[in-house]
């Protein structure tokens, strides 16, 4: 009796997230079993899986890997393709960066022009290219007028739920790639979402009372955000963080700003915040800086920040400039 693998699925029916597949064993024939040991083995010698036995993943930028990591565990070895400090929108590609991908197991990235240099690159990889935003509800971005435009919004990591619904998707992924580590990546996938879960519900408590609810950023990063938790966005600036804004759109925000009572403009680590700053001073308030999550400082990196950590402190930076009322936050 020959044995071969084929799924079953497991796990709770009622969740609204993708239900991972376990491997079990029924007889097959043995001309099936040859084709798919000379396709593995094809597969293996392309696909780069490690010497040491460790899945091969290499993510776009932080939020991808911050999820690869946690729910990988051990038993994968996971590659940031964006360094410290840098903004993933603006990578180059170096040769060595680009044979990564081309020989990881997995590579994990978002199309839609987020970053372009990876996303053309993942289409030459021999192992699994996935972009996490096949597949997910997506909003349409903010031009730089403050109008909804025609591009979609790629950032919906800033929303936890979403991030929970992509971090899933990252086991379903893990799972079907190595499935005799698909039970510890599904333990992994369930304590990262009840974090997530946790967060969330920090944040719709945090966000229960709040004397405004507007909020002017550097650029239109917090659209998900935002549409989850009620609040309003209006971006200095598009999904592109360099785009310019023109001196009407600034005359816009000035106005605004003064009439709604808005009291902080939001600044990002990785983006100049020389024309927030102009129009801070110009219309009397302050800037604070409010992360967005596409990549962690050298500073967050050795003070041992995450995702997590980072979402909760801007949530409190929020809170405070919103003039909320002390929820459930940790």
Known sequence: M?????????????????????PIL???????????????????????????GKLSVVA???????????????????????????????????PKT?????SSDVVLYLGHGFAPAIE?????????????????????GISEEGQTGSATDPH??????????????IALVLSREKPEAASTFTANARSFDADLSDL????????????????????????????????VQQPISGLSPDAEPSPKRLAQLAELVRREGVTVIFT??????????????????TTQVLNPLEGLTKTEVANGDDYLSVMRKNLKILMIALDCQEGGVA
């Open 98 to 102: 680009i044979a990564a991908i081309q």
């Open 2 to 22: 020959v044995l071969g693998i084929v799924p079953i699925q497991f796990g709770d029916p009622k969740r609204d997230t993708p239900i991972l597949r376990m």
């Open 156 to 169: 919906i990591w800033l929303d936890p739920v979403l991030y929970r619904r992509m971090a899933d998707r």
């Open 200 to 231: 969330d519900q920090d944040y719709r408590d945090g966000f229960s009372s709040c004397a405004r609810d507007l909020i002017v950023t550097s650029h239109a990063a917090f659209g998900y955000l935002s549409a989850r938790y009620h609040l």
């Open 268 to 285: 990002e680590e990785l983006v100049s915040p020389k024309v927030a700053q102009t129009l801070a001073r110009e219309v009397g308030v």
């Open 120 to 140: 053309q690159a993942a289409q030459d990889a021999q192992g699994e290219a996935v972009d996490l935003l096949d597949g997910m509800s997506l909003r349409q």
């Open 26 to 52: 029924r007889p097959v024939g043995l001309a099936l079993i040859a084709i798919v040991l000379v396709a593995g083995g094809a597969c293996s010698s392309a696909g780069a899986g490690k010497s040491d």
């Open 60 to 94: 776009g930028f932080y939020p991808l890997a911050e999820a690869a990591r946690k729910i990988g565990g051990t038993v994968v070895d996971v590659r940031n393709l964006t360094p410290p400090g840098v903004e993933p929108h603006d990578l180059e590609l170096t």
